[in-house]
């Protein structure tokens, strides 16, 4: 199974954030921490240190999984390759936060029956975006990162943002606005 949206009782949102841990994470805790959302990070392995603040996201009640090891487009890759790259990854995560990784989101969003494979082997569940916040190419329009939020807002929807300065820049009115329009933000299941 493929998530990109959950079934719930109320109006509710995930949000998601790919591609860290990043220099902003700091920043995006603050914001989560002070608004009360729970979040989902899909890290690379290779940017994930023990120095970097992973203890305070699981701390903080956000979840950690898998962007891969080195954010390549896994479908260029054979079953045998996928499979390592997110074992590696998976590994690696596990062994410096000590929590399990069950969540994996693969790269560009871009995945074949051999991703699909891997993940199943690998006891992780792929879980895809409703909404994209196209954040990665609005570095001087945060305030479009909302609106191409809030537009496509629907229930049980799974958002996909970046840890990105633009994206800490539009958080707080994103979060705002998401409320505004009736939703909850919530953790994946």
């Not at 962007?67 to 479908?75: F, G, Q, Y």
């Not at 596990?94 to 006891?123: H, M, W």
């Not at 970046?162 to 953790?187: C, K, M």
């Amino acid at each position: 199974m493929v998530y990109n949206k959950l079934a719930t009782s109320k109006k509710t949102v995930v949000l998601t954030f790919d591609d860290g841990p990043g220099r902003v994470l700091p920043e995006i805790l603050d914001i989560l921490k002070e608004e009360k959302v729970p979040a989902a990070f899909f890290w690379q392995a290779r940017l994930l240190y023990p120095k970097r603040p992973w203890k305070r996201v699981l701390d903080e009640g956000h979840m950690i999984g898998t962007h891969s090891a080195k954010h390549n487009n896994l479908v260029n890759l054979q079953l045998n390759e996928q499979h390592q790259d997110l074992l590696y990854s998976q590994s690696k995560i596990e062994s410096i936060t000590g929590q399990e990784v069950k969540y994996f989101r693969p790269p560009f969003g871009q995945y074949n029956n051999d991703t699909l494979s891997a993940a199943k082997k690998l006891g992780l569940t792929p879980v895809m975006w409703r909404i994209s916040s196209m954040d990665w190419e609005l570095k001087d329009r945060p305030e479009q990162i909302i609106t191409n939020v809030t537009d496509n807002l629907e229930d049980g929807a799974i958002i996909l943002l970046h840890e990105l300065s633009q994206t800490v820049e539009a958080l707080p009115d994103l979060i705002a606005e998401t409320r505004r329009n009736g939703y909850e933000f919530t953790h994946l299941p």
